[in-house]
């Protein structure tokens, strides 16, 4: 008897077993509705990835209903993140997050205020020099937007001046070309089935993996510099540091974490703001009366147009945080957040095995007509002071923060077992051990439970700060034919937003 090929038949037979025959059609969860599999080694990568997969997730929830069954899986790892609290799980994830938690406090957050204004001022002098004596100017929004949180988060996070929107920083460009690469879907889809296929050489992993280096490289010397030469100063790293120090020894973050906990702060702290950002003046540009209405309100605390906002006026502001809520109701920069059960569960009336992928989709969510009414896809601000709308939606589901997880793309993953993500919303009563999340939340754009988003409060005072200042100094108009998509599964636009933009000149 040949063994050689006894141990390939048996090989072949429990891969198809495994990966198709098992998945397909005797796993319970073949009894929940989904759309039919017609590539059988893409899976549905294959039709969901041609198109925008938020709005192909949002027409699958309509069709299908509340829980959906698709075919493909992909794992985040550490790469870009290292060994961050993101992707911490059960205990490890306990003592970062108690670790974490007191540089985000509020009183700390609002020590960063006078940053956010100054950011926004340091867009709008660009902004305003490069209009100059024109009437408009065509303007690709994003890319400064872009530089300029990276500034905040600089400053904030490590007190350090990045200084990116003046000088072409290897970071700013490391980040540009994670962001922007733009693999093709079959290679993406390929890497995912099998992971092998990112060690070898290729223009997209290696500029992904340069890329990473120079990363991790500024992380390591601002966790150096802290350490060498700790400034007592009020930014998350100075603070982590600190209580880091105070902790028994086998409490503290080991050197990698602490890295890991800066190149959070780098991916996670400018890349969501700037994209909320982005797109709040696109709807504005886009829905001028919205846009007026703002602008009004501004007007009557910022009087004049090289005032500085105050917290409190900020804050007094309400139709600016209708337009933050709505920003991030209609675009959530973090789409998606990934999940799996620990234990056997029954949702909907199905039974999901433990351990099953789960994919609850933000954005389909934040698009259920029964919450959000029958203009649930326009950008209405205005839906924000409804009380119908306010009693459906409580402050609890505003409360989390998600981990960004539009850093997969290009990224070395792992095992790819061809397992089933379901995708769902308002399943009641279903809970996860592992991190904890309530489906019954209708909004949550900064996720949710235990996992919740730190910055959140830092996210939404720096938009408002930002915003405040430069809807108060400029027009914002929609470029005439001018078109762009969102980036797979973020709602990142590419290759960025031309608005027209004038000056208010008073
Ligand atoms: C509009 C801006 C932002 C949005 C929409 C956003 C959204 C999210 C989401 C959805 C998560 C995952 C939550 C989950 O898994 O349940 C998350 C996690 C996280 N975010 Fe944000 N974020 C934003 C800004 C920021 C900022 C400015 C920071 C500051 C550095 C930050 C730091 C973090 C951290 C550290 C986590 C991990 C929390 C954990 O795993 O315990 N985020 N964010």
């Not at 973090?334 to 933000?362: F, H, Q, S, W």
Request: glycine share 6%; net charge positive.
């Amino acid at each position: 008897m040949n063994y050689y090929l006894v141990a390939f038949v048996a090989f072949v037979g429990y891969f198809l077993y495994k990966c198709y025959i098992y998945p397909l059609y005797l796993s319970s969860l073949c009894k929940i509705p989904g759309p039919p599999v017609n590539n059988f080694i893409l899976g549905h990568y294959a039709s969901l990835l041609r198109n925008d997969l938020n709005e192909a997730f949002t027409h699958l929830a309509r069709q299908y209903g509340g829980i959906v069954r698709l075919f493909f899986m992909k794992n985040v790892k550490k790469g870009v993140l290292g060994e961050s609290i993101i992707l911490a799980e059960g205990d490890s994830h306990k003592r970062q997050r108690k670790m974490m938690n007191p540089s985000f406090a509020f009183a700390n957050v609002k020590e960063m205020f006078p940053v956010f204004t100054q950011a926004g001022h340091k867009l709008k002098d660009i902004w305003m020099k490069q209009i100059g004596n024109k009437e408009e100017e065509r303007i690709t929004i994003t890319t400064l937007i872009s530089k300029v949180t990276l500034d905040v988060i600089g400053l904030v996070g490590f007190n350090y001046e990045f200084n990116s929107t003046t000088s072409e920083s290897k970071l700013v460009q490391a980040y540009s070309s994670i962001i922007n690469a733009n693999p093709p879907i079959l290679f993406l889809a390929l890497i995912d089935l099998f992971p092998f296929i990112g060690n070898i050489p290729n223009p997209y992993m290696n500029q992904f993996i340069e890329s990473i280096k120079i990363i991790k490289n500024t992380s390591e010397r601002l966790v150096a510099e802290q350490k060498n030469n700790p400034v007592q100063g009020k930014d998350l790293l100075s603070l982590l540091v600190k209580a880091n120090e105070n902790l028994p020894v086998d409490e503290q973050l080991t050197h990698d974490e602490l890295i890991g906990q800066v190149m959070t702060f780098l991916v996670a702290g400018h890349e969501t703001t700037s994209i909320a950002l982005s797109w709040a003046l696109y709807f504005l540009a886009k829905n001028p009366d919205i846009q007026d209405r703002l602008r009004k309100e501004l007007l009557d605390v910022l009087t004049d147009c090289n005032h500085f906002p105050t917290y409190k006026e900020i804050e007094h502001s309400k139709y600016l945080e209708c337009v933050l809520k709505e920003t991030l109701r209609i675009t959530p920069p973090v789409a998606i957040l990934r999940r799996y059960n620990l234990k056997d569960e029954i949702m909907n009336g199905y039974v999901i095995p433990k351990k099953t992928p789960l994919v609850i989709t933000i954005y389909a969510i934040h698009r259920y007509p029964l919450v959000w009414g029958d203009d649930a896809e326009s950008f209405n601000p205005s839906r924000w002071l409804d009380p119908e709308i306010k009693s459906k939606v409580s402050n609890n589901n505003f409360l989390p923060f998600g981990a960004g997880t539009t850093n997969c793309l290009g990224m070395k993953m792992a095992q790819l077992e061809f397992k089933s993500i379901l995708s769902f919303r308002l399943v009641e009563g279903f809970t996860f051990k592992k991190k904890y999340i309530d489906l019954t939340n209708n909004f949550l754009p900064f996720g949710a439970g235990t996992t919740n988003c730190l910055g959140m409060k830092m996210a939404q005072l720096e938009f408002k700060s930002i915003l405040s200042v430069i809807v108060r100094n400029f027009e914002f108009r929609l470029v005439e034919g001018f078109t762009f998509k969102k980036k797979y599964i973020s709602t990142k636009p590419i290759p960025g937003i031309d608005l027209l933009v004038s000056k208010i000149d008073y």
